[in-house]
DNA sequence: CAAGATTGAACTGTCAATCTTT
DNA sequence: AAAGATTGACAGTTCAATCTTG
């Protein structure tokens, strides 16, 4: 396997840990005292749930769609379920796997979130971007993240 | 000030969250057994370290510069210290200050730890890019990382 | 034995408080 | 009072070990 790492591969990487170390220091900066407004990786579970048919998910498959291990979503997801946005249920069909299903409540910190984080999203991130670069940038972000699995 | 976020900001944003998390994943999980490669924050100091003639930085700026805070970088250093990479030295025009200066040690560990940060960053990064696509990559995330400050 | 999930122990990062120097 | 840096208390993460079911 090859090593030719170029300059401007190597500079593109550079620009990827500082950029996004910037934009989240900001964000995240922003939402320290916000009353309803859910922590980061909350809300992505919660967007993610939001989505599915049932709003619920098998923990091993949310891992995977958020990026995290088992054992920290593990952890996430209690701490949730204590805060009442979601409830954890037994699967029927394979006793071994839990699904983690939205409540009223979670869909409500989900709603009562969401403009904080257009808000700090827009401001942070995407005002620097026309339409067009923002359908590049994507596309190169996918692309460089590579085949699934 | 407005809240005008498109949905290809959307998009590009969720592409930033996704592909930075899954590169990352990969890399890391790549190094956990190698002998004499340090963990990737390490290696970010010693870069910074080793670019700055006297390969020492006042210990704010080094903090600013790989974008973390400063109760984070007196932990990472002192552990550095402890594994003999670094030293700190008091500031002699501004006592209240430190330097982080490299050794000799830590200098060897950049030139050991480099060939398997430029493969690992090449096989899950940069092969996914032409030159163009890396200079257009690192225009964007520049820019959508905002002003300085 | 493998897969889904959980847990204990150790580690790392964060926030606010603190200390020293400017 | 503000800046540079450190520290204690705490919350979150990771790794390997464990338990249950397939």
Redesign the interface.
Known sequence: ??????L????????????????F??IEREFDAEKGVVPFHWY?VLFILNQQKEKQMRLSELAETI??SKSALTRSIDKMEEAGLVKKVQCAEDKRGQYAVMTAKGHAALKVSW?HY??A?????????T?T??????R???????PQK
Chains 1, 2 share one sequence.
């Not at 396997?1 to 170029?6: E, I, N, R």
């Not at 999203?121 to 971007?129: E, S």
Request: aromatic share 8%.
């Open positions: 396997m090859s090593t030719k790492l170029g401007s591969q190597l500079k593109a990487w550079s620009s990827l840990l500082v950029g996004h170390a910037r934009i220091q900001k992505d990026v995290t403009p257009r808000t999203i827009y401001n942070h991130f995407g005002k620097y971007l339409g670069e923002a359908r590049e940038l994507e190169l972000l996918t692309k460089v993240s590579g």
